[in-house]
C-alpha cells in the first residue's frame, strides 16, 4: 500500500520558494517508495482563515488541516518571515488536533532571504513538531535566495540535504509502521 504523504508549505504566493524546496524533497521520497501525495500550500487554503474556531474554518481549509492529521507523513515548509514561520503557516497548524501527530514522521524546511536565518529550522520549527510528540526527522533543510533559482534547487549542498531528510523520512516511516497507529489511538 502506498504510504500517504501530505506536504504542506506555508507560502502565501506562488512561484514559491518553499513550496520548491518541499516538492523536491516529496519527489525524493517518492523516488524511494511508492506514495500517495497531497501537495497543499497556503494559497490552497484560500482567504479567510482568519478565524479563531475550526469549525469556522473555510472549506478549502479544513481540508488541509484533515490532510495534514490523517497523512502517514508530512513534508512541511515555511518561508521565514522576521526570524520564525510565517504566522499564516503556524495560524493553519494551530487548529491540527494536538493528538494527531503523535509518532508522525515529520521533515521540515523553510527558505529565506539569505543565510542568515538558516536555523529557523531547529529553533521554530522543530519545538512546534514537538508540541505534537512527532517524530522529526534529524535532518532538516533550509535554502536561501541564491540556492533555489527558477523554481530549481541550485545548490548541492542543499540538495544533498534533501536526498538525507527523504531518506531519514523513509526510515522514520519503515519503523513507525504498526506502533504509531496504536500510539496515536491511545492518546485520544
Ligand atoms: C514579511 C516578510 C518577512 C521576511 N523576513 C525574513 C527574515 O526574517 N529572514 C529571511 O531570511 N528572509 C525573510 N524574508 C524573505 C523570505 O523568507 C524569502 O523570500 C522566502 O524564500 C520566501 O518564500 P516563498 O517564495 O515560498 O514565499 C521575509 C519576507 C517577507 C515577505
Do not use: C
Request: proline share 6%.
Amino acid at each position: 500500500m502506498p504510504t500517504r504523504i501530505v506536504a504542506f508549505s506555508g507560502n502565501t504566493h506562488r512561484p514559491s520558494r518553499t513550496r520548491t524546496l518541499v516538492e523536491a524533497v516529496a519527489a525524493e521520497v517518492a523516488r524511494l517508495r511508492p506514495v500517495e501525495l497531497k501537495l497543499f500550500d497556503l494559497v490552497d487554503a484560500g482567504t479567510g482563515i482568519a478565524v479563531a474556531s475550526r469549525s469556522a474554518l473555510p472549506l478549502p481549509a479544513a481540508r488541509i488541516v484533515e490532510a495534514i492529521e490523517g497523512a502517514d507523513a508530512l513534508i512541511v515548509g515555511s518561508p521565514v518571515y522576521k526570524g520564525s514561520y510565517a504566522g499564516l503557516f503556524k495560524h493553519l497548524i494551530d487548529f491540527v488536533g494536538p493528538d494527531t501527530l503523535v509518532g508522525k514522521p515529520v521533515v521540515l524546511t523553510a527558505t529565506g532571504g539569505g543565510p542568515r536565518h538558516a536555523l529557523v529550522v531547529e529553533h521554530a520549527l522543530r519545538p512546534l513538531f514537538g508540541f505534537f510528540s512527532a517524530q522529526t526527522a534529524p535532518t532538516s533543510v533550509y535554502a536561501g535566495d541564491a540556492e533555489i533559482a527558477d523554481g530549481k534547487i541550485a545548490d548541492a549542498v542543499v540538495q544533498a540535504r534533501v536526498a538525507q531528510a527523504a531518506a531519514e523520512l523513509v526510515r522514520l516511516i519503515d519503523a513507525a509502521a504498526p506502533g504509531e497507529a496504536l500510539l496515536r489511538a491511545a492518546a485520544r
